[in-house]
């Protein structure tokens, strides 16, 4: 495989609520976001998501104080609530943040309900995290980067609540979903055991127990994260709550049949859309 990735970094990440609003003031209130635009879905962007039957719905596209935009909220009240630590499917949210102490202190009193408290990782005392379950049952780890990782090429924040640097999936194949992003990137993955303590918490395991994990390293200093948990269940049928679709730049050609989106966060971008081992959606963004 060569050596440069052909994906990275996230270009956007799209979370459906039941109430697009309260989720937006949720973010823009606690986590330091900011509404970019907002507006009904249009068909092409419903399509790049994989959700083209939630074309007309409203949604809004949120940016960072440094002006980034990453995180689009989009309304359907007939969502069906999933637990992503207990479903296959996009499990989490790992965003960029600069204080993770400060940032557990401020989020005392919000939506945001605090799963574990700020610790540092297994992986190394580099990465302080906590995590926390959002309006919409989404899952975020919210984690500071302090100083180098090696193997990991991880970003520098730039803002208080920053950006999705990696994407965590769950899965019944680590190997099988593996392949396919590593097919899709150019690039081997690195596979290991560790804790997931807020799975372990949430499942009733023990807190040292290890899972399977491989990551994926994207360009532009992000990541795709692969959990493979024993005793999982797969997602709800239907449009479910929470984190729905990630889509990421894409370095490599541009396949035949894909779209172009004429608005919205993916303006002017071709697109494809795809749907992974794990059940999740995925949209790759061609420059």
Same mark, same amino acid.
């Given at each position: ?137 989404? /899952?975020?780890?919210?984690? *500071?980067?302090? +100083? ?6 991880? @970003? =520098?924040? !730039? ?36 804790? /997931?303590?807020?799975?372990? *918490?949430?499942? +009733? ?6 899972? @399977? =994990?491989? !990551? ?72």
């Amino acid at each position: 495989m060569p050596d440069i990735p052909q994906l990275g970094p996230v270009a956007l990440c799209t979370l459906i609520a039941r109430d697009g609003q309260a989720m937006v003031d949720a973010y823009t209130g606690w986590l330091y976001q900011r509404v970019s635009s907002s507006g009904p879905m249009d068909a092409d962007s419903a399509a790049a998501l994989g959700y083209p039957q939630l074309e007309g719905n409203r949604q809004w596209l949120l940016a960072n104080e440094s002006g980034r935009q990453w995180l689009q909220i989009l309304e359907f009240e007939e969502a069906v609530t999933r637990d992503s630590l207990n479903s296959f499917g996009w499990m989490a949210l790992e965003v960029l943040v600069a204080d993770a102490d400060g940032l557990a202190e401020h989020l005392e009193q919000s939506p945001f309900e605090i799963l574990r408290p700020p610790a540092d990782l297994d992986v190394s005392d580099k990465i302080r995290a906590f995590q926390v379950r959002g309006p919409a049952g989404e /899952i975020l780890y919210l984690t *500071q980067v302090s +100083g180098e990782v090696p193997p990991f090429d991880l @970003p =520098v924040c !730039t803002a208080p609540v920053d950006h999705l640097f990696i994407a965590v999936l769950s899965t019944p194949s680590r190997e099988q979903s593996l392949a396919q992003y590593a097919a899709i990137n150019g690039t081997a993955g690195l596979s290991f055991d560790t804790k /997931i303590t807020v799975v372990n *918490q949430a499942r +009733g395991f023990d807190l040292d127990r290890r899972h @399977p =994990v491989a !990551t994926l390293q994207l360009a532009g200093q992000s990541l795709v994260e692969i959990d493979q948990i024993a005793e999982t269940e797969p997602a709800p049928a239907g449009i479910n709550s929470g984190m729905a679709c990630v889509a990421f730049h894409c370095s490599g050609p541009a396949p035949a049949g894909t779209g172009r989106a004429s608005q919205g966060a993916l303006g002017g971008k071709l697109f494809s859309s795809h749907e992974g081992c794990a059940g999740e959606h995925f949209t790759l963004v061609y420059s």
